[in-house]
């Protein structure tokens, strides 16, 4: 036998030791498998750890756990055991068996051996394993050679991609989500495979696939693996509002752009830009930035209902901003995404993402600055980064004339805010305070006057102050007819009583 190189630097970590030590003392083997084994490998940082063991992986635990003294939490159905210490993530089961029939998606599941248990992996480079042995402690068992495939940049099946990905077809999105976050290619018979088997995608539950197509949008360039699932056909089952925007019309010699094209090439720039954002940009976010990434994927998706070829201007594409923002809750749904915040966040950057490049047609007015200042709040940093990764053309002239306009308005923003401290704008007047004043039921009059005040601090009618805002709810609401302290029996709801 020729020399093997041996992988102990990676399994430095006390707790490896204790493994190998009770797994002996148990009589059963047990291996680093899987994600681990390839990130080690790769140089990528990787804190969740897969032990899979000839035997019982609860057992191993809870013998490890007794030893480390730390917690264990058991998973008898899944015969799974999980043990954190030290900022590591460890889950243990027993090398198993899987035998899948056609009419069912669950498979038969079976002890097995760890050569079984590796078959049953979804790539080469995710089925190798490190040993835990002491006599071998830290060799590679890598049957189907994925550290080859590892040199190469390849992602490949273990066994037939037909049976690998017909077992369980969320392996095909798998197998473009990895290639997407690792630059690998996809073996060109086992591409064939996927396109062969995307009927099989009917099975999966949704959920499974938003997680792949998150880690998608969240790789270095989310167009690799997006343009993939589009050659594949996946995509167009997936996200039929994405795929709809592609293909290019042409009347009276006049096209437009490719939309689909485009709104991948705008995924890119947002991760491009999200990279280069400075950390206090990164620090203190309402939401996560893959939210960004969704609104960027998502935002021109009211295009298609909304093309019209207009005789002497072209195509245009109107209200598509706001159109688009109506889509959101639907495809949100469809995804099984949260319909919180995080939707209502993406609903906003896409009803607004026309908005800072539009300033510039309106002579960038203090009065239209603070409106979107006021409107996008605390997301005006995203939606400005959304707004300039929204341009692109085939024209670098164009391009840059775009982006000189928009640093035009970048710079009347910050003027702006520097005035008069628009951003995080809060109307002084609250719908609780005019109640109150005036002893009130909830009804449309209060919202009148709340935007009747907010019109006048953003139109600079009033200074944005407490005082200002206040004497103007008088005078509004004298105009009105309320009276201070109310008269309830004009709105009749309420009881009688005074305010305070
Ligand atoms: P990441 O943690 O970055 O998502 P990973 O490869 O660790 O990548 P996990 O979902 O954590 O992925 O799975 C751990 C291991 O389990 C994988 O490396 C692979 O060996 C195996 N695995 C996961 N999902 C499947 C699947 N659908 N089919 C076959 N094997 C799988
Ligand atoms: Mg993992």
Same mark, same amino acid.
């Given at each position: 036998?020729?020399?093997?190189?041996?992988?102990?630097?990676?399994?430095?970590?006390?707790?490896?030791?204790?493994?190998?030590?009770?797994?002996?003392?148990?009589?059963?083997?047990?291996?680093?498998?899987?994600?681990?084994?390839?990130?080690?490998?790769?140089?990528?940082?990787c804190n969740d750890i897969d032990v899979?063991?000839?035997?019982?992986?609860?057992?191993?635990?809870e013998a490890v756990a007794k030893r480390?003294?730390? +917690?264990?939490?058991?998973?008898? $159905?899944?015969? @799974?055991?999980?043990?954190? *210490?030290?900022? &590591?993530?460890? /889950?243990?089961? =027993?090398?198993?068996?899987?035998?899948?029939?056609?009419?069912?998606?669950?498979?038969?599941?079976?002890?097995?051996?760890? +050569?079984?248990?590796?078959?049953? $992996?979804?790539? @080469?480079?995710?089925?190798? *394993?490190?040993? &835990?042995?002491? /006599?071998?402690? =830290?060799?590679?068992?890598?049957?189907?050679?994925?550290?080859?495939?590892?040199?190469?940049?390849?992602?490949?099946?273990?066994?037939?991609?037909?049976?690998?990905?017909?077992?369980?077809?969320?392996?095909?999105?798998?197998?473009?989500?990895?290639?997407?976050?690792?630059?690998?290619?996809?073996?060109?018979?086992?591409?064939?495979?996927?396109?062969?088997?995307?009927?099989?995608?009917?099975?999966?539950?949704?959920?499974?696939?938003?997680?792949?197509?998150?880690?998608?949008?969240?790789?270095?360039?989310?167009?690799?693996?997006?343009?993939?699932?589009?050659?594949?056909?996946?995509?167009?089952?997936?996200?039929?509002?994405?795929?709809?925007?592609?293909?290019?019309?042409?009347?009276?010699?006049?096209?437009?752009?490719?939309?689909?094209?485009?709104?991948?090439?705008?995924?890119?720039?947002?991760?491009?830009?999200?990279?280069?954002?400075?950390?206090?940009?990164?620090?203190?976010?309402?939401?996560?930035?893959?939210?960004?990434?969704?609104?960027?994927?998502?935002?021109?998706?009211?295009?298609?209902?909304?093309?019209?070829?207009?005789?002497?201007?072209?195509?245009?594409?109107?209200?598509?901003?706001?159109?688009?923002?109506?889509?959101?809750?639907?495809?949100?749904?469809?995804?099984?995404?949260?319909?919180?915040?995080?939707?209502?966040?993406?609903?906003?950057?896409?009803?607004?993402?026309?908005?800072?490049?539009?300033?510039?047609?309106?002579?960038?007015?203090?009065?239209?600055?603070?409106?979107?200042?006021?409107?996008?709040?605390?997301?005006?940093?995203?939606?400005?980064?959304?707004?300039?990764?929204?341009?692109?053309?085939?024209?670098?002239?164009?391009?840059?004339?775009?982006?000189?306009?928009?640093?035009?308005?970048?710079?009347?923003?910050?003027?702006?805010?520097?005035?008069?401290?628009?951003?995080?704008f809060k109307n002084p007047i609250t719908?609780?305070?005019?109640?109150?004043?005036?002893?009130?039921?909830?009804?449309?009059?209060?919202?009148?006057?709340?935007?009747?005040?907010?019109?006048?601090?953003?139109?600079?009618?009033?200074?944005?102050?407490?005082?200002?805002?206040?004497?103007?709810?008088?005078?509004?609401?004298?105009?009105?007819?309320?009276?201070?302290?109310?008269?309830?029996?004009?709105?009749?709801?309420?009881?009688?009583?005074?305010?305070?």
């Amino acid at each position: 036998m020729g020399s093997v190189e041996n992988y102990s630097r990676f399994l430095k970590h006390r707790i490896f030791d204790t493994i190998s030590q009770e797994a002996e003392a148990l009589g059963v083997r047990a291996f680093v498998i899987g994600g681990y084994v390839r990130d080690c490998i790769l140089g990528r940082p990787c804190n969740d750890i897969d032990v899979v063991v000839e035997g019982s992986g609860i057992a191993l635990a809870e013998a490890v756990a007794k030893r480390l003294r730390c +917690r264990v939490s058991v998973f008898k $159905r899944f015969g @799974t055991a999980m043990i954190k *210490s030290k900022g &590591l993530e460890v /889950e243990f089961v =027993g090398a198993r068996k899987e035998s899948y029939r056609a009419d069912s998606r669950k498979p038969i599941v079976e002890d097995g051996t760890l +050569r079984e248990d590796q078959e049953r $992996r979804d790539f @080469t480079i995710n089925a190798m *394993s490190f040993s &835990l042995q002491k /006599e071998n402690f =830290g060799e590679l068992v890598d049957p189907f050679d994925g550290l080859g495939d590892i040199s190469r940049k390849l992602i490949r099946t273990p066994l037939d991609p037909d049976t690998t990905y017909s077992d369980d077809p969320l392996r095909m999105i798998r197998a473009i989500r990895f290639a997407s976050q690792l630059s690998f290619e996809i073996l060109p018979e086992s591409f064939e495979s996927i396109k062969r088997n995307r009927a099989r995608l009917a099975i999966l539950s949704i959920e499974r696939i938003n997680e792949e197509l998150n880690k998608i949008l969240l790789s270095p360039k989310p167009s690799v693996g997006l343009k993939l699932l589009d050659d594949a056909t996946l995509l167009e089952l997936i996200l039929p509002q994405v795929t709809n925007l592609k293909g290019v019309e042409t009347v009276e010699g006049r096209g437009h752009k490719d939309n689909f094209y485009h709104s991948l090439q705008v995924v890119d720039n947002v991760a491009e830009l999200i990279r280069q954002r400075p950390v206090e940009q990164k620090e203190n976010r309402a939401v996560e930035e893959l939210w960004l990434l969704w609104a960027a994927l998502l935002h021109d998706i009211g295009k298609p209902s909304t093309k019209r070829f207009e005789e002497g201007i072209g195509w245009t594409f109107h209200s598509h901003d706001f159109v688009g923002g109506k889509m959101i809750p639907g495809v949100f749904k469809h995804l099984k995404m949260p319909l919180n915040e995080k939707m209502k966040y993406v609903q906003k950057m896409v009803q607004l993402h026309l908005r800072p490049i539009s300033l510039v047609d309106d002579q960038v007015t203090d009065s239209a600055v603070r409106r979107l200042l006021f409107d996008a709040g605390e997301d005006i940093d995203d939606l400005m980064l959304l707004c300039s990764a929204d341009i692109t053309s085939k024209n670098d002239k164009t391009v840059a004339r775009h982006k000189k306009n928009f640093e035009l308005v970048k710079q009347k923003m910050k003027e702006v805010e520097e005035k008069d401290e628009y951003r995080n704008f809060k109307n002084p007047i609250t719908g609780d305070l005019v109640m109150e004043v005036y002893n009130i039921p909830p009804c449309n009059l209060i919202g009148e006057i709340k935007e009747y005040v907010k019109n006048a601090i953003l139109d600079g009618v009033i200074e944005n102050n407490y005082e200002a805002a206040y004497a103007l709810m008088e005078q509004k609401a004298a105009d009105m007819g309320l009276v201070k302290g109310g008269a309830p029996a004009a709105t009749g709801e309420q009881s009688g009583d005074s305010p305070r």
